[in-house]
């Protein structure tokens, strides 16, 4: 399928070694874009593959978003670069669906908030400004992120994490009035990844292509949105 050309065209992916992540760095760079991917630890063979196939569009860059010391570092060596699009979607799940919250263990409910909510949120404050004033910063939310959508319950705690993660960046935006750039917090919907598992209803490929053409849509746009991977606002 033909795609519209690409309004973000250097894009920095944080946590592309797999899953979304790698898709969203694949689906960029078969698009045309340049792409820096991080991961945290090696670079996975899909990822090399991914350079292999643009090799000068392609960088790498290591971080673990739950330590703070790596994210500045990063920054440091990122001095003087700018991106069109940071896209920010490195993020875990550790309890079981049905595990309430005050079960869960200690270190894990810790782990869960100091990653999806605290890790993204560092990574947002470090690295904005290498963001085009007119570019956008996507940070990958969830549905279950959405309390007004919570009627059912299950993964609370990542339901809570991702909750934070929105409640941040309403934050975030709020001390930012001024910004041109595009602000997203994004519901790509139930996929198929290590996370999603095997019951979910979607491929990564039915997923990413229109994930990537609302965050393509939403350049030039200022202000925080919450939306769905077809673009549709997704109740706070
Ligand atoms: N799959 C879904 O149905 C779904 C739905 C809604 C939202 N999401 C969100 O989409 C994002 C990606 O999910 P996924 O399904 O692709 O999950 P996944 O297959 O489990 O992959 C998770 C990715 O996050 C990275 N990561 C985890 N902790 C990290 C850390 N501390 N520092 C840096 N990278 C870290 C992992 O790197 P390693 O390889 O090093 O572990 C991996 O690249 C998450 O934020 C998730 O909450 C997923």
Redesign the pocket.
Known sequence: MAHTPLSHRSVLVV???????LAIARTYVDRGARVVAT???DVSKSLRAVRDAAPDRVEFEH????DGAEITALANRLRGRTFDLLFV?????LAPQSQVAADIDDDDFARTLA??AL?AMRVVERLHPFVADTGTIAV?S?GQGSITNNTSGGFEVYRASKAALNQLMRSFAARHPNDARALLLL?????R????GAG?GLEIDEAIPPLIDTVEAQRGTPGLRFLDRTGAPVPW
């Open positions: 946590g592309a070694s797999r899953g979304l992540g991961v945290r630890g971080v673990d978003i739950a979607v490195a993020g875990i799940s990653t999806n890790g990958l969830s519901a790509p919907g139930w996929i990844t290590d996370m999603g979910a």
